[in-house]
C-alpha cells in the first residue's frame, strides 16, 4: 500500500489529536453523534486528512484494512464512489475540496476524519511546528506547492516579493497571485536563470505584467521566495514576520505533479530570512538585465545586512548555507570562481559526524567529497545505517563516483535508484528531484542543492539546516518521505516489478517506460534492461542495424516514439517510415 506523498500543513499552529481508530459512532448510521467538524477548514489537520482521502493509490482495501487508515467499510467504500466514480473513466473523478465536502459521505464522520489524521501522521504527512511546514510533491489540485504558493502569496504578501527561481512556469495558480499582489501595490523582483530570463513566453510575460526579471552569468538554482523581507533600511527590522517559500521543487507543473520534491513554507525565522535577502540582494546587485518590456527601474536594496546584524539574530538550530561565497562579482557584473566549497564543507563534516544513521535523497549524486566522506564514515563507524534514495538517471554514471557507490555498498549502505524507464528522458522521467540528507534523525539539511561538483563550483544554490526539539516532526516527515520513496513500487510485496519482468520477458510489446516508479538497486536494474535488450535488440545503441540506428538518431528529439517496443515486426512502429533509418 502506498502512502501519498505530501502535505501542506498552514501556520495556525500544529496540534496533535489524540483519537482511536475505532468507528463505533459511525457504526449503524450515516451521521455520528457530532454536528460540527472537529477541524478547522484549512487547517493543517484539514489538509492532512483531505491529502490521505483524495490518494487514488488507496482502495477500499486499504481505508478499510486495520493495517491501512482503519475505516469503517462502509465509509471506505462511500468515501471511494464518491471520489473516483467509475473508475473506468477518470473524467468523473471528484477530489474532496474541503472537509465540509468529505463530512457529506456517508459514515465518515468524526472517527472516519481522525483515522485519517492519523494515517497521515502516520506516514509523515503532517509535520512542522506553528511556524514551519513543508509539502511533498507529487500532489493534484488544492494539494499542490503551487496552490500553497498562491495562498501564501495572497495571504501574506503586503509591500515586497523577491523571487530566485531556476525554472517557472507562467500559469495558474501562482500567476493569478503575483498579478494580485501586483494590484495591491506589492514591489515584486524575479532573479531567473538565463534561460527563463530570456524567455518571452516566461521571463518576458512576467515583465508585461509589471515584474522586473534580470539574471546572472552563473546557474541560477535557488528555488525561493522571500514575502515582505528586510530588503532595506526601513525594514531590517521585520526580519522575523518574513515569509519563506523555499525547498527543491521549481515553480512549474511537472514539479507540483509529477516529480518528488519538498517545498518548506516558515515564518519566524528572522536568522534565515536575513542570511537569504542579503543572498538575494548580493546576486541582484550582481546580475543583469533582461530587457522585454522598457521601463524599468533597477529597484536595488539599501539596506545594509551585515554579519553583525545576522548574529543578533543567530539561532543554534537553523542555518542557511550558500554556493554564493565561492563567488565574487566582476566589473562586467560576471562571476569569479574563488576555488572554495563551502557548503560541500559542511555537508561532509555533517557526514563525519554522523552517530547512527545517514538518509540521503537527491536527483544527483555526483560529488566524489562526499561519496568520499560517505565512505569514511562507514568505514569509521560499520554500525553506522546508510539509506541513500536517488534518481534513475545516475544508474548511468562511471567513473570514480561509480567506485565510490560501490564501495558504500559493499560497507553495508544501501542504494535505491527511483525508476519508470529503461532509457532516461526528461519528458518521461517522474523524477526523483529532492535535495535533502538527515543525520541521526535530528539534523536536516534541505535546499536546492544538489549532490554535485557542478552544483558548488558554478552554480548559485542553498542548503538550509534545521536541528532540535522544535524541529523533530518537521525532521520525522523528512524521514518518513524517504522511506516512501524507497518503497516505490515494493507495496504489493515488490510484486510491481515481477509483474514488469514478467511482461517484459512475455509480452508482444516490450515497455520501455512504465506509469508507476519503482525503486531498485543498481543490479536488479541492470538486469531489467538486459532482459529488455534481449526481447527488442533494436534497444542495443552499439549494434549496426536500420532498427538501433533508427532508436538512436530520433530518441532525445522524439522520445514518444519510444515508450514501447514491438516484438512482432517492426519494433518502433510510431516512427514515420521516411523517417526510418534504412
Not at 527590522?237 to 521543487?249: E, K, M, V
Amino acid at each position: 500500500m502506498r502512502a501519498p506523498l505530501g502535505i501542506f500543513a498552514t501556520l495556525l499552529g500544529i496540534g496533535i489529536v489524540a483519537g482511536a481508530c475505532g468507528p463505533a459512532d459511525d457504526i449503524g448510521s450515516g451521521t455520528d453523534n457530532a454536528t460540527e467538524i472537529p477541524f478547522a477548514e484549512g487547517s493543517p489537520e484539514a489538509r492532512a486528512i483531505r491529502a490521505v482521502a483524495n490518494d487514488q493509490q488507496l482502495t477500499v482495501e486499504d481505508y478499510d484494512s486495520s493495517e491501512g487508515v482503519g475505516l469503517h467499510k462502509k465509509a471506505a467504500e462511500n468515501l471511494v464512489d464518491y471520489r473516483d466514480g467509475d473508475p473506468n473513466t477518470p473524467e468523473d473523478d471528484n477530489f474532496f475540496d474541503s472537509l465540509a465536502e468529505l463530512w457529506t459521505v456517508p459514515y465518515c464522520k468524526k472517527s472516519c476524519l481522525i483515522s485519517l489524521l492519523d494515517y497521515a501522521k502516520e506516514n509523515g504527512l503532517y509535520g512542522g511546528n506553528e511556524n514551519i511546514s513543508v509539502i511533498f510533491s507529487p500532489q493534484s489540485g488544492q494539494d499542490t506547492h503551487l496552490q500553497a504558493i498562491a495562498n501564501t502569496i495572497d495571504a501574506e504578501a503586503d509591500e515586497t516579493i523577491d523571487i530566485a527561481m531556476y525554472s517557472y512556469s507562467h500559469q495558474e495558480p501562482v500567476k493569478g497571485a503575483l498579478i494580485r499582489a501586483l494590484d495591491r501595490g506589492v514591489k515584486i523582483r524575479f532573479l531567473a536563470n538565463t534561460d527563463l530570463a530570456n524567455s518571452s513566453s516566461k521571463g518576458g510575460a512576467l515583465e508585461e505584467i509589471g515584474i522586473d526579471v534580470r539574471r546572472v552569468t552563473k546557474i541560477m538554482h535557488h528555488k525561493f521566495a522571500i514575502i515582505d523581507g528586510p530588503r532595506d533600511a526601513n525594514t531590517l527590522d521585520r526580519a522575523a514576520d518574513t515569509f519563506i517559500i523555499s525547498g527543491s521543487g521549481n515553480w512549474s507543473g511537472s514539479a507540483a505533479t509529477k516529480y518528488d520534491e519538498n517545498t518548506l513554507f516558515f515564518t519566524g525565522y528572522a536568522e534565515l530570512a536575513l542570511r537569504l535577502q542579503r543572498d538575494f540582494d548580493y546576486l541582484w546587485a550582481g546580475s543583469k538585465d533582461v530587457v522585454h518590456v522598457d521601463g524599468f527601474v533597477w529597484d536595488q536594496t539599501t539596506g545594509n545586512i551585515s554579519d553583525e546584524l545576522i548574529a543578533q539574530h543567530e539561532d543554534p538550530n537553523t542555518h542557511a548555507y550558500l554556493t554564493s561565497f565561492n563567488f565574487a562579482p566582476t566589473s562586467s557584473q560576471g562571476w569569479s570562481v574563488l576555488g572554495t566549497t563551502v557548503v560541500t564543507d559542511e555537508l561532509v563534516k555533517a557526514i563525519g559526524a554522523a552517530q547512527t544513521s545517514l538518509h540521503i535523497a537527491s536527483g544527483h549524486f555526483v560529488n566524489e567529497q562526499i561519496a568520499a566522506a560517505v565512505v569514511a564514515a562507514l568505514e569509521n563507524n560499520p554500525n553506522l545505517y546508510v539509506d541513500i534514495a536517488l534518481d534513475c538517471q545516475e544508474t548511468s554514471k562511471g567513473g570514480n563516483i561509480a567506485t565510490l557507490k560501490s564501495q558504500i555498498e559493499d560497507l553495508g549502505g544501501t542504494i535505491q535508484y527511483k525508476c519508470n524507464t529503461y532509457r532516461w528522458h526528461y519528458k518521461f522521467a517522474k523524477q526523483m528531484h529532492h535535495k535533502y540528507m538527515i543525520i541521526d534523525g535530528t539534523d536536516l539539511y534541505t535546499g536546492s542543492l544538489n549532490f554535485s561538483d557542478n552544483a558548488e563550483t558554478n552554480t548559485f544554490e542553498n542548503m538550509l539546516l534545521f536541528k532540535g526539539e522544535e524541529h523533530r516532526a518537521l525532521v520525522d516527515s523528512y524521514l518518513a518521505n524517504h522511506e516512501m520513496v524507497r518503497s516505490y513500487g515494493h507495496e504489493n510485496g515488490g510484486q510491481e516489478l515481477t509483474w514488469l519482468m514478467e511482461e517484459v520477458e512475455t509480452g508482444t510489446t516490450v515497455p520501455l517506460t512504465w506509469y508507476n516508479p519503482i525503486s531498485m538497486d543498481l543490479d536488479t536494474f541492470h538486469d531489467l534492461k538486459d532482459a529488455i535488450r534481449d526481447r527488442c535488440p533494436a534497444t542495443k545503441s552499439w549494434l549496426n542495424t536500420p532498427e538501433a540506428k533508427t532508436y538512436n538518431k530520433w530518441f532525445n528529439q522524439q522520445p514518444q516514439w519510444f515508450d514501447e517496443c514491438h516484438t512482432v515486426g517492426y519494433p518502433w512502429p510510431e516512427v514515420p517510415e521516411d523517417m526510418r533509418v534504412q
